[in-house]
């Protein structure tokens, strides 16, 4: 539960401090939103089902925005960065409602 | 597609299982790692937020840039605004300092003359009565602003061309001066469009159009309404174009705002 605690400390920071965000980062911000929303999601679901873990939950969440904004990046460079990121969304977006629909099953048995 | 059925089946990391599965033979986090992980989590978070944050805000650039293209366009309005003010004053100055010196050499009858010059090409500024002719847009239909390109919006603006026959219809009438919105005419005033804007001298113009014409308001009326400019204006209302004529006691009309710089011709010189 330390992983909670810990994000818990950060959301708060974050609202309290206000840090501002560089220029370059800004392209990246959308699809890290996802890729953390879908990681959260996956730690409730593993919540529920007993087996959440707090390094898996860490790692999975930052890996997820990491990865997802190095995407956006090289598709940028190519040139098909708009075609990368909805791909990215895609799999993101079919996996928060994956888990979404495990943790709905959890919660109301239906 | 196996990629995706994969995604649907099982959503979650499974690095979840595994870590269920290594915790229940027994293996625990060492204290590092607890930290490490805690830290990192904190560091989540942040991100997190500031990125939502900072997406739901308006970007600060775009604000700046137009807080300050807008105080740009303020300050050169009063600029423009106080540089006429002055040129105003100056001309009205220099007209003094003319009169005065030409009265002053003994030519009252100079002073006279360039006086009347002056008021007849629209340098000077010109009192009397006087006949008012306004243009008006037609009105927009009830129910919102349409499409301001359609036909029957087009038809109902008026427009330069329109401008050019009344002011054109009041000279042939026999007026001494014109104004348009208090921009006085000379003989080489141009009025112009410029997209949707109609230009008096090159300075735009908003409707109501209020052309202000100085003669006897009768015979200014009379002799419009004879003329083409009269059955124009009667094709316009057709369109929709509001046109009031109204004689008036006194019109101001003011000195024209533009240059007058002396044009002469010179004779050619006869090639033996």
């Known amino acids: ?110 | 597609m196996s990629l995706l059925a994969r995604l649907m089946t099982h959503p979650l990391e499974p690095g979840y299982a595994t870590a269920a599965s290594r915790r229940a033979h027994g293996h625990r986090l060492g204290a590092t790692s607890r930290a490490v992980t805690a830290l990192a989590a904190v560091l989540c978070g942040l991100s997190a937020v500031v990125a939502v944050n900072h997406l739901r805000r308006p970007a600060p650039e775009a604000v700046q840039a137009r807080r300050l293209v807008e105080a740009e366009l303020t300050e050169r309005i009063a600029h423009v605004e106080g540089t006429r003010t002055s040129n105003d004053t100056t001309r009205r100055r220099i007209a003094e300092l003319q009169d005065q010196a030409l009265t002053g050499a003994g030519g009252r009858a100079l002073a006279d003359e360039v006086a009347g010059l002056g008021r007849l090409t629209g340098e000077l500024a010109v009192t009397g009565p006087g006949l008012q002719v306004v243009l008006e847009d037609a009105p927009v239909p009830a129910g919102g602003q349409p499409d301001a390109d359609s036909v029957p919006a087009r038809r109902g603006r008026v427009t330069d061309r329109d401008l050019q026959l009344v002011v054109n219809g009041l000279w042939a009438a026999g007026a001494e001066a014109i104004a348009i919105n208090g921009s006085r005419l000379t003989s080489l005033s141009a009025i112009r469009s410029a997209g949707q804007a109609i230009l008096v001298d090159l300075q735009p113009q908003l409707p109501p159009y209020e052309i202000a014409a100085l003669g006897e308001p009768d015979r200014l009326r009379t002799h419009l309404a004879e003329g083409i400019a009269g059955r124009y204006l009667d094709l316009l209302t057709a369109d929709g174009i509001r046109s009031r004529i109204s004689p008036r006691a006194r019109v101001d009309l003011p000195g024209s705002a533009s240059t007058f710089r002396l044009h002469h011709a010179r004779p050619v010189r006869e090639v033996p």
């Open chain 1, 1 to 110: 539960m330390i992983a909670v605690l810990g994000l818990v400390i950060g959301v708060i920071a974050g609202l309290v401090i206000e840090p501002t965000v560089p220029g370059w980062m800004q392209p990246y911000l959308p699809i890290a939103v996802v890729a953390a929303l879908d990681a959260v999601l996956g730690g409730l679901r593993a919540v529920l089902d007993g087996i959440f873990d707090d390094r898996v939950f860490v790692v999975s969440f930052l890996s997820n925005i990491v990865v997802a904004a190095l995407m956006v990046y090289l598709g940028d460079q190519l040139g098909v960065g708009s075609q990368l990121a909805t791909g990215v969304v895609v799999v993101l977006g079919i996996r928060i409602f994956s888990n979404a629909a495990a943790i709905r099953r959890h919660l109301f048995k239906a």
